[in-house]
């Protein structure tokens, strides 16, 4: 996408009434739509062996063709309302195309694959995540004033694709390297035990010792300064919303999960509750970074809320390195980090000394990026 049409489509405002919400409606349900079909089609090079098992086709099928429908309609109503009324006939467009697609489909038929794309996961999450967060942002604003499309929703729409999608190449790098390095300490005695106790404990006992990993690794980020580099592009969005959460440069993904994996590997937790705390801390992750108001008095310092992580974000003196933990804000307490005054944060982003660049690509190469020193006058 060239820069130009990048900046085209952020800052936008969608006025209620004005034929541009339908319009998105009808644009983002034919491009969900098309690549749902395209699950559909190529379901072995397209779609995650794990989620497979989990998957009604059927229901899916069902649930496809109401998208589509819930489009079309959207692009109708826009191309009346609006006076641009290309944006409609462009949702139109998209979803009479992904009718196509799913027209010919069959019911999936899979087989082993080696090497495959997560674009089922990406669709999934990208449409839970947009009709859990969208309208709570909507009718539970921090800031009112910010747009969905506010500056820089392109970058990280490009950051939730890349994530969601290169789930196997993220793995590769993460979990086969850890379990080659550390497969001969482990105890299976000590993991039978662990995986045998109900899962609700276990559940408790990962969210105590990732938070607790985790809250070093994101404190190093933060004090080293070749570390800073990579996770000052996940700081350098000036807005908080449910789609800031995914600007992570990719060095930083693979870092949190590799370490992030030790102890789950070590302790032997069972992939139910490995699976439920990854599901739960996902979609947590976005909730902190949401536009959203809620303040959870009497659990402000129990569990990490949007107000906790916001006051992280900020770029102003006071807040800067403060509120490390993911989950447990009681880390910050005890590690003395901890945070949260009565008043909001106004502020975000790196400080003027940090100069992140807007684009994907320009963030991707920011840290790889020679330091230009100094010269001593
Ligand atoms: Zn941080």
Same mark, same amino acid.
């Given at each position: 996408?060239?820069?130009?049409?990048?900046?085209?489509?952020?800052n936008r405002e969608l006025t209620?009434?004005a034929?541009k919400?339908?319009?998105?409606?009808?644009?983002?349900?034919?491009?969900? !739509?098309?690549?749902?079909?395209?699950? =559909?089609?190529?379901?072995?090079?397209?779609?995650?062996?794990?989620?497979?098992?989990?998957?009604?086709?059927?229901?899916?099928?069902?649930?496809?063709?109401?998208?589509?429908?819930?489009?079309?309609?959207?692009?109708?109503?826009?191309?009346?309302?609006?006076?641009?009324?290309?944006?409609?006939?462009?949702?139109?467009?998209?979803?009479?195309?992904?009718? $196509? $697609?799913?027209?010919?489909?069959?019911? %999936? #038929?899979?087989?082993?694959?080696?090497?495959?794309?997560?674009?089922?996961?990406? &669709?999934? /999450?990208?449409?839970?995540?947009?009709?859990?967060?969208?309208?709570?942002?909507?009718?539970?604003?921090?800031?009112?004033?910010?747009k969905l499309l506010r500056?820089?929703?392109? /970058?990280? $729409?490009?950051?939730?694709?890349?994530?969601?999608?290169?789930?196997?190449?993220?793995?590769?790098?993460?979990?086969?390297?850890?379990?080659?390095?550390?497969?001969?300490?482990?105890?299976?005695?000590?993991?039978?035990?662990?995986?045998?106790?109900? $899962?609700?404990?276990?559940?408790?006992?990962?969210?105590?010792?990732?938070?607790? *990993?985790?809250?070093?690794?994101?404190?190093?980020?933060?004090?080293?300064?070749?570390?800073?580099?990579?996770?000052? #592009?996940?700081?350098?969005?000036?807005?908080?919303?449910?789609? !800031?959460?995914?600007?992570?440069? &990719?060095?930083?993904?693979?870092?949190?999960?590799?370490?992030?994996?030790? %102890?789950?590997? =070590?302790?032997?937790?069972?992939?139910?509750?490995?699976?439920?705390?990854?599901?739960?801390?996902?979609?947590?992750?976005? =909730?902190?970074? !949401?536009? #959203?108001?809620?303040?959870?008095?009497?659990?402000?310092?129990?569990?990490? /809320?949007?107000? *906790?992580?916001?006051? +992280? +974000?900020?770029?102003?003196?006071?807040?800067?390195?403060?509120? *490390?933990?993911?989950?447990?804000?009681?880390?910050?307490?005890?590690?003395?980090? !901890?945070?949260?005054?009565? +008043?909001? %944060?106004?502020?975000?982003?790196? /400080?003027?000394?940090?100069?992140?660049?807007?684009? *994907?690509?320009?963030?991707?190469?920011? %840290?790889?990026?020679?330091?230009?020193?100094?010269?001593?006058?």
């Open positions: 996408m060239t820069e130009l049409l990048r900046r085209n489509l952020e209620r009434g034929g919400v339908s319009a998105f409606i009808s644009i983002a349900l034919g491009i969900l !739509a098309i690549l749902a079909a395209l699950c =559909f089609l190529f379901p072995n090079l397209l779609t995650t062996p794990e989620f497979r098992p989990l998957y009604n086709a059927h229901l899916l099928r069902q649930l496809l063709i109401l998208g589509i429908a819930i489009g079309f309609i959207s692009g109708v109503i826009s191309a009346f309302r609006n006076l641009n009324r290309r944006w409609g006939l462009s949702g139109m467009l998209l979803n009479a195309l992904a009718a $196509l $697609l799913a027209s010919g489909q069959i019911e %999936p #038929v899979y087989h082993g694959r080696s090497v495959y794309a997560g674009l089922d996961y990406f &669709v999934l /999450t990208l449409l839970i995540a947009a009709l859990i967060f969208i309208p709570m942002e909507r009718f539970f604003a921090k800031y009112q004033e910010q500056t820089g929703w392109v /970058t990280d $729409l490009k950051y939730f694709m890349f994530s969601h999608i290169g789930l196997q190449l993220i793995s590769f790098f993460t979990i086969i390297p850890a379990q080659i390095m550390f497969n001969r300490w482990l105890n299976p005695t000590w993991q039978q035990l662990v995986s045998s106790q109900p $899962l609700v404990l276990q559940f408790i006992e990962i969210l105590i010792v990732v938070d607790f *990993f985790s809250y070093w690794i994101h404190r190093s980020m933060h004090k080293v300064p070749r570390l800073w580099r990579i996770h000052a #592009v996940h700081h350098s969005s000036h807005h908080m919303d449910w789609l !800031a959460a995914s600007r992570v440069h &990719v060095i930083e993904i693979i870092t949190n999960r590799f370490i992030g994996y030790i %102890p789950l590997l =070590f302790m032997g937790f069972s992939p139910a509750a490995t699976y439920a705390y990854l599901v739960f801390i996902s979609f947590h992750a976005i =909730f902190i970074h !949401a536009n #959203v108001r809620f303040r959870f008095p009497g659990f402000r310092w129990v569990l990490a /809320t949007p107000e *906790f992580h916001h006051w +992280h +974000h900020s770029s102003e003196k006071e807040a800067l390195d403060i509120n *490390f933990a993911a989950f447990l804000p009681v880390y910050d307490v005890i590690f003395k980090t !901890a945070h949260m005054p009565a +008043h909001l %944060p106004t502020r975000y982003g790196t /400080t003027a000394e940090t100069k992140v660049p807007e684009g *994907f690509v320009g963030q991707f190469l920011y %840290p790889l990026k020679r330091r230009k020193r100094k010269k001593k006058l």
